[in-house]
């Protein structure tokens, strides 16, 4: 009995997991971007209140999508291996898998439809993996309708064998069936981005102490943090970008109208709101695209306005101040980072950066639409869910060399690190060793206001253990405040600090 009932929870479960296998393939092959379980695990995260989410990302950081892709997985197996026990009890043949594994499709078809577009591709994959719920179920349940011998033993365990490797060809072709992501990333390569020139670093801007950062974050190192369980994947003969709302004359731009553009180039750090203090939510690249403010100034921004609504192509939104959009700080759409295409995950064809903002009031990756309004009017995705409306980056400092843990020998030590307050600028960085005085650290030369700056100090120490200490001064006579603040809801304060043993 309890290898019958064994047999029917493994037919749940491998009909579950190859349904998702199905509608993935099916998905993919229809040339969506999103299969049903990644517009769920969408689903999940906006749903998600705003210290949850900050929390998780805190504890698990870039792995948070995998693991949530990886959590509905695990939930809709467990699911249908409760499908199957139930089915075996009731004896209502294919009725009850049906109905629950259409409550499950349900589900993902809801998510789909909740995404921006295309739906289409999702609504196919959703619909074909309940019916291959169905007729998986249907397939691996006929051997053991009766009482297991061992012929239908030997069936039960042929049928499964090759329900799961079917499963598993399935997930891999779907993988590398992605044809539209291909071709998004063959549209990236082919791009003629004649007018972009790759960064030049002064020595001067990077200090070179050993074990630091660069001052010019590659491409492939800077943060990502979003909403986005898969990127969108955006031609960009098919982009358009609106700017609309409370304008005299609305404005429609394809990408080519974008490169016909004057192009501008800037050194800019930008960081997360959720970087905690001495976090590494953070990088510095040279961008290259085209300034927001004549684009503004042409659609006409009428009187009353101070906001402007950014919707990327996945429907994420931030709401920016419109004098951070108009004012000097050179905020840009931006095409290119460090002299190449932007990355699909970093928001390729076309993002918004402003510097002196946190990104989730800003930095909209894959943006396709800038509503001028009101901030009473509207507010962006990240607001909604508790965190301030205005996102001013805070002024801060972090000590990269050494980290907390390290051992080094006696004497001379060298401590080093970066400040930042983008649009403001960094005037002075200071060190203290075991809450002693305040020593001057020398500074990197910088571009301008709206990058991080590197520092470093040397310092005699003694055998034994100690805490050094480091805090910044803006530019503008600003001293870094000593008070710990988590990031929510306008971004982390306080001093870093790190204990290291001397021998």
Not at 202 to 207: E, N, Q
Not at 269 to 288: E, F, K, M, Q, R
Request: proline fraction near 6%; charged fraction near 20%; include cysteine.
């Amino acid at each position: 009995m309890s290898e019958q009932r064994g047999a029917w929870a493994l037919s749940g479960a491998l009909s579950g997991v190859a349904g998702l296998a199905v509608s993935y393939l099916v998905t993919a092959l229809a040339g969506g971007d999103e299969s049903p379980v990644a517009a769920v695990a969408e689903q999940v995260i906006r749903l998600t209140p705003g210290g949850v989410a900050e929390r998780a990302i805190r504890s698990v950081g870039h792995a948070d999508k995998p693991l949530l892709v990886t959590g509905v997985i695990v939930v809709v197996t467990v699911l249908s291996g409760l499908v199957g026990l139930f089915a075996r009890r009731t004896d209502t043949g294919l009725a009850l898998p049906a109905a629950a594994y259409g409550v499950l499709a349900a589900v993902g078809l809801a998510a789909v439809l909740a995404q921006p577009a295309p739906h289409a591709p999702g609504v196919l994959g959703t619909v074909v993996g309940w019916m291959a719920w169905v007729g998986f179920f249907a397939l691996l349940t006929r051997p053991i309708a009766t009482p297991l011998g061992e012929e239908s033993r030997r069936r039960f365990l042929a049928t499964t064998g090759g329900v799961a490797a079917a499963s598993v060809v399935a997930a891999y072709v779907g993988r590398v069936a992605g044809r539209h992501r291909r071709e998004v990333g063959a549209a990236r390569r082919a791009l003629d981005l004649s007018g972009v020139t790759p960064p030049q670093v002064d020595p001067t801007y990077d200090l070179g102490v050993a074990h630091q950062p660069p001052w010019l974050t590659p491409a492939d190192e800077f943060y990502r943090i979003d909403t986005a369980i898969v990127p969108p994947a955006v031609e960009p003969g098919d982009w358009r970008l609106r700017i609309h709302g409370m304008v005299d004359r609305p404005l429609e731009l394809t990408f080519d109208e974008l490169l016909g553009r004057q192009a501008t180039e800037e050194w800019m750090t930008l960081n997360c709101v959720s970087n905690t203090v001495g976090g590494d939510l953070i990088g510095n690249a040279w961008w290259s695209g085209v300034r927001i403010a004549p684009l503004l100034a042409e659609a006409g921004v009428q009187a009353g306005a101070d906001g402007v609504l950014q919707t990327s192509a996945d429907g994420w939104t931030c709401l920016t101040p419109v004098e951070a959009l108009t004012d000097d700080r050179g905020a840009m759409l931006a095409f290119a980072q460090n002299g190449e295409p932007l990355t699909v995950e970093h928001g390729f064809p076309v993002r918004v950066i402003v510097p002196g903002l946190y990104g989730y009031v800003s930095a909209t990756k894959w943006v396709v639409d800038l509503e001028v309004t009101r901030f009473e009017d509207a507010q962006g995705y990240w607001t909604d869910k508790g965190w301030s409306a205005q996102g001013p980056v805070k002024l801060a400092s972090r000590i990269d060399v050494p980290r907390t843990g390290d051992a080094v020998d006696a004497g001379d030590v060298v401590v080093a690190g970066t400040a930042w307050q983008q649009h403001t600028g960094i005037g002075k960085v200071e060190i203290s060793v075991d809450g002693g005085r305040w020593q001057a650290a020398e500074l990197g030369a910088v571009p301008g206001a709206d990058t991080w700056v590197q520092w470093r100090a040397t310092v005699a120490l003694d055998k034994g253990d100690h805490q050094i200490r480091a805090r910044a001064t803006s530019a503008a006579g600003e001293v870094q405040t000593s008070v710990r603040a988590e990031p929510a809801p306008d971004g982390a304060t306080g001093w870093h600090s790190v204990e290291i043993h001397v021998s």
